[in-house]
């Protein structure tokens, strides 16, 4: 059975940082390319980062290029997510998502974490 | 960036009503669409991929249907357990992009 797990989700103030990390199981993590995507509060979704399965390709929404960095442990099956420089924008719930594919496009999400919240305020 | 838009962005119906939900592409997406369906305050969840294909495990009462700029999700007859959000996701191309959402409440 497919599991991914996020953790690391917390309350910060703008200009903060913070690691988002999803421990994945059920499945063969370093043929799968996975991604990031978040859900503002009320809002839909938005999807923020993706990585290859062989790391050796990272993508980025421009809302985020520059502030965020996507990487994976293919040893411990493990994504993570180091956000700096945080908005009150980014306030949202993050989800870690399985897409159907070593490769990022073409291939569906289609396996989701439970989602850790992310909260930007003083 | 392609900009994907769903219609309705919400719609009241009963059980056992069709429904149907469009989702529309600013530009082609070929026919790599996905519909995902998103109950309050859980995870999406993969309903349809590429168009058309039923993602396993899900019922055969809902189908997806559409190529090129224009897709189509239908729910033959609708359950209590479908009332949800819907999204449409193009994944031809970066940056990856969902509608806006159709959110389905019981009448």
């Known amino acids: 059975e497919v599991q991914l797990v996020e953790s690391g989700g917390d309350s910060v103030q703008p200009g903060g940082s913070l690691r988002l990390s999803c421990a994945a199981s059920?499945?063969?993590?370093?043929?799968?390319?996975m991604s990031w995507v978040r859900q503002a509060p009320g809002k839909g979704l938005e999807w923020v980062s993706s990585?290859?399965?062989?790391?050796?390709?990272?993508y980025y929404a421009q809302s985020v290029k520059g502030r965020f960095t996507i990487s994976r442990d293919n040893s411990k099956n493990t994504l993570s997510l180091q956000m700096s420089s945080l908005r009150a924008e980014d306030t949202a719930v993050y989800y870690c998502?399985?897409?159907?594919?070593?490769?990022?496009?073409?291939?569906?999400?289609?396996?989701w974490g439970q989602g850790t919240l992310v909260t930007v305020s003083s | 960036d392609i900009q994907m838009t769903q219609s309705p962005s919400s719609l009241s119906a009963s059980v056992g009503d069709r429904v149907t939900i469009i989702c529309r592409a600013s530009?082609?997406?070929?026919?790599?669409l996905n519909w995902y369906q998103q109950k309050s305050g859980k995870a999406p969840k993969l309903l349809i991929y590429?168009?058309?294909n039923l993602q396993s495990g899900v019922p055969s009462r809902f189908s997806g249907s559409g190529s090129g700029t224009e897709f189509t999700l239908t729910i033959s007859s609708l359950q209590p357990e479908d009332f949800a959000t819907y999204y449409c996701?193009?994944?031809?191309?970066?940056?990856?992009?969902f509608g806006g959402g159709t959110r389905v409440e019981i009448k």
């Open positions: 059920g499945f063969t993590f370093n043929t799968y390319a």
């Open positions: 996701q193009q994944s031809y191309s970066l940056p990856l992009t």
């Open positions: 990585i290859s399965g062989f790391a050796d390709s990272t």
């Open positions: 530009q082609s997406s070929s026919n790599y």
């Open positions: 998502a399985k897409e159907g594919d070593i490769v990022t496009g073409y291939s569906p999400f289609d396996y």
């Open positions: 590429a168009a058309s």
